[in-house]
Antibody, heavy 117, light 110 residues
């Protein structure tokens, strides 16, 4: 069974850092592009970032560019999102997703990040 | 990277059809046939309902259909059922390996 399990969320102060993880199982992780998508409380979905199959290429939404870094460890079947200089507007549930918008699209259940003093 | 425009709400009675529009620009919806639609129930992760404008992933009923004309894509849900009540989001490839989501539409089954 395909599973994506996010972790690492929590409460952090403005200006702080957090590293999210997404543990993948049930499929060949190294064959898929992976994405992060977030959803602020009671708001819509926002694409955050994506990485290619070996982590050599990545792209970011303008709102997080220069502050967030996506990476992956194919040996450990894990996707990461390093989030620095966090702002209140970064408060959201963060989802990892496989093959976003493709026929093998799968999402995790999300991890909540709260940026507040 | 402005969000795609969707109506905030739509509704229909059981058995009826509802159509949701998703308007972007020539840099996203109009420029690529990579429009997808997600269904999200409260407290749940989004579920892909259509990809590449009109293709259905395995397990999605054929009551869900999609189309695109110019910078606007549409999702039609035919034969509305109670379980179709949810939020629906469109998304489009926007070039340079970037993606953009719509603002979401709440579908109510009357």
């Amino acid at each position: 069974e395909v599973q994506l399990v996010e972790s690492g969320g929590g409460l952090v102060q403005p200006g702080g850092s957090l590293r999210l993880s997404c543990a993948a199982s049930g499929f060949t992780f190294s064959k898929y592009w992976m994405h992060w998508v977030r959803q602020a409380p009671e708001k819509g979905l926002v694409w955050v970032s994506r990485t290619n199959i070996d982590g050599s290429s990545s792209s970011y939404a303008d709102s997080v560019k220069g502050r967030f870094t996506i990476s992956r460890d194919n040996a450990k079947n894990t996707l990461f999102l390093q989030m620095n200089s966090l702002r209140a507007e970064d408060t959201a549930v963060y989802y990892c997703a496989r093959d976003l918008c493709g026929p093998e699209d799968r999402w995790g259940q999300g991890t909540l990040v709260t940026v507040s003093s | 990277q402005s969000a795609l425009t969707q109506p905030p709400s739509a509704s229909g009675s059981p058995g009826q059809s509802v159509t949701i529009s998703c308007t972007g620009t020539s840099s996203d919806v109009g420029g690529y046939n990579y429009v997808s639609w997600y269904q999200q129930h409260p407290g749940k992760a989004p579920k892909l309902m259509l990809y590449e404008v009109s293709k259905r992933p395995s397990g999605v009923p054929d009551r869900f259909s999609g189309s695109k004309s110019g910078n606007t894509a549409s999702l039609t849900v035919s034969g509305l059922q109670a379980e179709d009540e949810a939020d629906y989001y469109c998304t489009s490839y926007a070039g340079s390996n970037n993606y953009v989501f719509g603002i979401g539409t709440k579908v109510t089954v009357l």
